[in-house]
């Protein structure tokens, strides 16, 4: 006998009539999309599992304010976007700035104009980055992006977001997220080129 499997709309209502069972399988229909999107931009294990709690916590809270304009899944997308910024702005340690940032990625396009040939990493990147070593570049990578850039790469190119989702959960225009999606893009191409070209970067 085939069994239904509820959607969210379904399981929602049933969290509003205090259905505890329906609250976890709504959990652990998510939780490893929340964790795996807090982690990529924290880059600490510690820190999104702080992420993940606050939250569905958040959403218990704020579940009478979700109307369904949206999807629940980008709903909760944005939510969690919201908890990781918030930890990433009370940690201490010194990050890129957004205008060091700018200075490299201006930097790239001026190599670009003058004819210098940067590697081409992307051109088979989910073979390369299946070795562990590749992915804890592109992980040092990422984690130097400034916060307005890391989310958008985040929820774009290692979610799978399209555009028009990102754009909802962040409050900005497509175009906008496309601009910041671009600059992010070079940065790391420029960062990994020499990593990925067989020469890797010393630290």
């Given at each position: 006998m085939e069994v239904l499997v509820p959607t969210d709309t379904e399981l929602l209502e049933r969290i509003r009539k205090g259905d505890s069972d329906a609250l976890e399988l709504l959990v652990s229909r998510y939780e490893d999309r929340v964790y795996n999107l807090a982690y990529r931009m924290l880059g600490n294990r510690e820190d999104a599992e702080d992420v993940l709690q606050d939250t569905f916590m958040n959403v218990i809270r704020s579940l009478d304010s979700f109307q369904g304009r949206s999807s629940f899944s980008t709903w909760l997308y944005r939510v969690a976007a919201n908890a990781a910024l918030t930890k990433l702005r009370q940690r201490s340690k010194r990050e890129k700035s957004e205008s060091e940032f700018l200075d490299d990625v201006y930097s790239v396009k001026e190599q670009a104009h003058a004819g210098v040939k940067l590697t081409?990493?992307?051109?088979?990147?989910?073979?390369?980055?299946?070795?562990?070593?590749?992915?804890?570049?592109?992980?040092?990578?990422?984690?130097?992006?400034?916060?307005?850039?890391?989310?958008?790469?985040?929820?774009?190119?290692?979610?799978?977001?399209?555009?028009?989702?990102?754009?909802?959960?962040?409050?900005?225009?497509?175009?906008?997220?496309?601009?910041?999606?671009?600059?992010?893009r070079l940065y790391l191409r420029n960062r990994l080129s020499a990593y990925f070209s067989g020469e890797a970067q010393a630290p």
């Open positions: 081409d990493w992307s051109a088979n990147p989910i073979n390369q980055l299946l070795n562990e070593e590749a992915q804890n570049q592109m992980d040092k990578a990422i984690d130097e992006l400034p916060e307005i850039y890391r989310v958008v790469f985040v929820l774009r190119d290692v979610e799978g977001l399209p555009a028009s989702d990102v754009a909802d959960i962040l409050g900005l225009s497509v175009a906008a997220v496309k601009s910041r999606l671009h600059r992010a």
